[in-house]
């Protein structure tokens, strides 16, 4: 089992690029399920989420050609064999969901392996259930499946009780080819979504309205795609975000490219309210440099453009540094503290009361073997790592694999003393 080992305490220093946004690839190359095309996605990383998306699509009998090295996917889904997403790469991805949509589409009907629970929360998908039930799908659940029927899928005004990313993004893909129009009220409006409808619009959807809470789509009789065309998703911000982050816990100073500045608006904020210099350099670039110790903020966690919760850990992090006491409420998700004890193995004072926790700040963490249990609570832990005096052992590795690609390598090339063991 590899780990990281992390010498903690050297400032991070130098130029960095972001990846491809994870959360935008995984709905766009499911979307690509619409097409009976080819299509051509470029910034896709390697990332192990991604490589759960590629063997579901081909599972399904999509030809799927990722090059990792100059990282663009090549997806041609002219022939489907199956509209069953079994229970692996469900199990390992609830993402793998986002494929509902699209095969109810794409074959009238979609044979999902039940999410389940996750490590950080319930997760339900009522809601994207009930969107697609509004389009004219009926649906049975039992042997761990749902069954999704839809002979015909028709566009209908449907409201989300919540704005969730992946209700918005499976109903939208529903919509594109439905016949009428669709309303989704109280959408999500994540960057991500927008991508998505770019997408989709850029294949000839007929969709307005995407980044803010009213998303109207007008169905269309059909899609085209193209390998001539390409599709470029967007940066990822959660990933610019823990590099911010790492930057202001390391008194670093880094120079972050590749990043929409106006996607990472609460974010910065918060680094700025926390005693961090944030300078947007140009359109795609954000400095950061830590003006001495950080300083105690409150956070609260929300849905887009609210703080993301896929910084929540990482900012905890950086605030276990703080001057003061700090505090976070996550609204998002409701077990999403799995790093507060391995950030307590390090010395870091935290204490749960309900959905917020309350961080004392302290001069400095100290190194210890720590385990990620989930995808950002490990990031937050190799953040903790960098900045901690002595030596960070993190185990668990595939969890941060799941959404940062070359992590160590990258990190490596700003100053920072991280190892893989074999
Ligand atoms: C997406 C992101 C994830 C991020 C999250 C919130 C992807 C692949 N993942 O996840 O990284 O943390 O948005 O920004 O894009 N909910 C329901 N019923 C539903 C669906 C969701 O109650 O049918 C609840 C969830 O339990 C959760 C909240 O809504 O409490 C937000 O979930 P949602 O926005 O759907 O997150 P995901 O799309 O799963």
Known sequence: MSKIYIEGGVPLKGRIRVKGAKNSCLPIMAASLLVPGEITLCEIPDLEDVRTMTSLLR???VKVRHDRRNEKVELD????ITCTAPYGPVRRMRA?????GPLLTRMGRARISHPGGCAIGVRP???????LVAMGAEFTMGDGFIDIVAPRLTGA???LDYPSVGATENILMAAVLASGTTRIDNAAAEPEVVDLANFLSSLGARIEGAGSSLITVEGVSSLKGGLAKPYTVIPDRIEAGTFMAAAAMTGGDLIIENVIPGHLTAVSAKLTEAGAEVETADSRTIRVRPRGRP???EIKTLPYPGFPTDLQPQFMALLTLAQGTSVIRETVFEKRFTQVEELARMGARIRIEGRSAIITGRQFLQGAAVRAADLRGGASLVLAGLAARGITEIRGLHHIRRGYSRLVGRLRSVGARIFISP
């Open 295 to 297: 300083r105690a903020v």
């Open 59 to 61: 599972l399904l009998g």
């Open 96 to 100: 793998s969901f986002l494929v509902a």
């Open 125 to 131: 998908i009522d809601l994207h259930l009930k969107g």
């Open 77 to 80: 889904s002219r022939h489907l």
């Open 157 to 159: 005004h449907i409201y």
